[in-house]
């Protein structure tokens, strides 16, 4: 991985143009590789050794504390010392001030040693930029603050047990909690009182105290709530409660595990149901959990979604790790596994010995498949980080722009890995054969670990919708017109490089029929017929997108060592894989009402 990882970073997005900004004048390519090998090393050494461990004794409960094993506690200590917490912070808050892209590519090598117990971190330093984003300065000072530097761990507090992934039915209620309320110094002081389920990281002993950030609603003055998402308030619900100078009280917050779901995969990171003011743990005498308001009342979600969408990014990453684990996996194992004669001119001869499985056309296929889903997903990940750089130290226009794609990529980004790299695990099992689908190989705790993905920080459906329905059409279609720009600008600069010109068609014949279906879409300006076909919009979006950098991948690669490869990868892309947007695209051009029109009684 790393030779691709390095590749990526300065060969094709060229990381050091971002050394003649003044956020990140102090380093030098030497720092950014300090930085990889540092959080490398500690992937192998903390993490990886232990990824069957943390899968195999699964969290526990026993009434009164949730245990881990110690293994957990170790890599979750090493990486806190690492710095990694606040690697792109600014150094008066302890931060380094890395570029976004950079720390992505480092947080890679954690994903893929054990993308579980490297969740708890990625809450965190979520949970802590929301509140460098939206919270105060004492909120800012005493929460982020803590988090950045381990002291404490992060949560993000959205679903609910009756509602699932439909925030409009949030029911957690949020009152004011008494004089000085207003005035508390943490914040405007609440209490709450309902229940969150599916909550990752939602309790554990691996730091002193845990900080929710927790959507309630604010009763109106009729007790009532008001319906839909507009009347979502954000909190910071800490497990321990704190004063104004980040110190414990020594009181528990009314905050009670109510239980842990016990999951297909992901298995080292806690997930719980947790209640919120049910009077298990007082708070001077009183039932209801203590929560200071992040923003102003009404705009939780808006404030979340800042969380929310790193999240996104984050998940898309861990899945391309999760599929790179197994595709080098696999590949090992075809290299060494000996098993079949070749197919030659004269059939098959029996009296040969056995050659490597990756001899074999068909296993090469299914190796070819995951290098082009894991690498293509790879270079996804680090665009949208690269995004985020331009986007807080670029000039105003660039800045602009960067915001503009980074809204457009974000369901991509986190969809389109979280399908195929999930495709990638499955075609490694596939490789090792009945091996595969053994626990003395790793490949099958990949595919479990990974089938998360398509489902967490919103499902699959959830990211179509909000890319059909509002991505494309927002501010009458600039965003995707901006991508196409961007997209049109690689197909010309392919067209003039021999080998390239042909896909660099095929990749225009593909942004026309992408383009020429969106329209047809919402001919109508029916959003039910429109939206019907939200899912396989995304596939083909996605898809397209991925044929896109894959071709300027390839065009970065020219005369690299590593250029074969990759242009390889493109070539079975443009020839397996493109060619499946004709497919999902005909049913959303034709508005085709299959799926709307079925009864409920014909199923």
């Not at 996104?312 to 391309?320: D, E, M, N, Q, T």
């Not at 990940?381 to 722009?401: K, M, N």
Request: charged content about 20%.
């Amino acid at each position: 991985m790393r030779p691709t990882l390095d590749f990526l970073l300065h060969h094709w997005i060229g990381v050091e143009q971002l050394l003649d900004r003044p956020r990140f004048a102090d380093h030098t390519r030497e720092t950014f590789d300090a930085v990889l090998d540092t959080c490398e090393r500690i992937a192998r050494e903390k993490f990886a050794p232990f990824n069957r461990l943390a899968d195999t004794q699964e969290p526990h409960f026993d009434g009164e504390r949730v245990h881990l094993p110690e293994a957990t506690h170790a890599a979750m200590q090493a990486y806190v010392d690492s710095g990694m917490l606040a690697a792109a912070q600014a150094y008066d808050i302890g931060g380094m001030q890395l570029p976004c892209v950079v720390e992505m590519a480092a947080n890679a090598f954690f994903s893929k040693a054990s993308v579980a117990m490297g969740g708890y971190a990625m809450l965190t330093s979520g949970n802590a930029n929301l509140l460098m984003a939206h919270g105060t300065p004492t909120q800012r000072e005493v929460f982020a603050r803590a988090e950045f530097a381990g002291r404490w761990f992060g949560t993000m507090c959205l679903s609910e047990p009756q509602a699932g992934s439909s925030l409009s039915d949030v029911a957690t209620r949020a009152v004011p909690d008494g004089v000085g309320a207003e005035s508390d110094p943490l914040g405007p002081r609440f209490r709450l009182r309902g229940n969150k389920m599916w909550i990752s990281g939602g309790e554990h002993e691996l730091t002193e105290n845990i900080v929710h950030l927790v959507l309630a609603k604010i009763p109106q003055a009729d007790g009532a709530l008001l319906p839909g998402t507009k009347g979502i308030s954000l909190f910071i619900v800490p497990k321990k409660l704190v004063d104004a100078q980040g110190r414990l009280t020594g009181e528990r917050n009314d905050v009670a595990l109510a239980g842990l779901n016990h999951k297909l995969g992901y298995r080292g990171t806690t997930n719980t149901l947790l209640n919120f003011g049910e009077g298990k743990f007082l708070v001077r005498g009183e039932p209801g959990a203590v929560g200071y308001l992040v923003g102003r009342p009404g705009e939780g979600l808006r404030c979340m979604f800042h969380m929310m969408n790193e999240a996104r990014i984050g998940v898309g990453l861990g899945a391309v790790m999760l599929g790179y684990a197994g595709y080098e996996a696999s590949l090992d194992y075809a290299r060494q596994r000996a098993q079949g004669r070749p197919i030659t001119g004269a059939g098959k001869d029996a009296s040969q010995p056995p050659v490597p499985l990756v001899q074999h056309a068909d296993v090469r296929r299914m190796l070819l498949a995951q290098k082009a889903y894991v690498e293509g997903g790879l270079a996804l990940a680090l665009y949208c980080a690269r995004l985020v750089d331009e986007q807080h130290t670029a000039d105003e226009t660039t800045a602009a722009e960067a915001a503009l794609l980074l809204e457009m990529l974000t369901p991509i980004a986190k969809s389109w890995p979280s399908e195929w790299c999930l495709e990638a695990n499955s075609l490694a099992i596939q490789v090792l054969g009945g091996y595969g689908y053994t626990r003395d190989f790793p490949v099958e705790q990949y595919w479990r670990d990974n089938r998360l993905n398509m489902i967490h920080e919103g499902t699959h459906g959830i990211q179509a919708l909000d890319l059909l329905g509002r991505k494309v059409v927002m501010n009458g279609g600039a965003g995707l017109k901006l991508l196409a720009t961007r997209i049109g600008a690689t197909i010309e600069r392919a067209g003039h490089v021999e080998g390239l010109a042909e896909p660099a068609n095929r990749l225009a014949a593909a942004l026309q029929k992408l383009g020429a279906a969106t329209k047809s879409a919402w001919a109508t300006g029916v959003p039910e017929e429109a939206l019907a076909n939200a899912v396989p919009y995304l596939q083909a979006f996605g898809h397209v997108v991925l044929a896109w950098l894959w071709l300027d991948v390839a065009g970065a690669s020219r005369g690299h060592a590593l250029q074969p490869g990759k242009e390889a990868a493109m070539r079975y892309f443009y020839a397996h894989e493109l060619p499946k947007i004709d497919a999902w695209l005909a049913v959303v051009a034709a508005r085709d009402d299959s799926a709307r029109t079925m009864r409920d009684e014909w199923l």
